[in-house]
């Protein structure tokens, strides 16, 4: 087993710190924007699932509006109030009371910015 100065543990340690640096940075940063209940595993999870389905369904400066719009609301600001929001919507359109408030209002202010 190498000792603390062989040249291949320093290489090891030199390599794997800036990996970590690299990947961790990205990682964190990715999410500065969003509201601090999402800049946890948990939310980071939440957001990247909303993404990548409204993505399919329309751009992406659009989605990410909406989301910040609607997380901007509570009791929306949290991942679970955010996920409450896909039952209230689907509890509204089947009782016929159409399209919840929230969604409407952030479509509006989005499509308003050119999003």
Do not use: W
Not at 16 to 37: E, K
Not at 47 to 63: I, P, Q, T, V
Not at 68 to 94: A, K, N
Request: charged fraction near 20%.
């Amino acid at each position: 087993m190498g000792q603390a100065g062989d040249p291949r543990i320093l290489t090891f340690a030199v390599v794997a710190l800036a990996a970590l640096a690299f990947f961790g940075y990205r990682h964190v940063h990715r999410y500065d924007h969003l509201p601090p209940a999402f800049r946890t595993s948990t939310g980071a999870k939440v957001y990247d699932n909303y993404l990548d389905g409204c993505r399919r369904n329309g751009r992406e400066s659009a989605c990410k509006c909406l989301f910040d719009r609607i997380t901007s609301v509570p009791p929306y600001t949290t991942p679970q109030g955010f996920g409450r929001l896909d039952v209230e919507t689907m509890q509204s359109m089947m009782t016929g009371k159409g399209i919840p408030p929230i969604l409407l209002d952030a479509a509006m202010v989005c499509l308003a910015a050119g999003a």
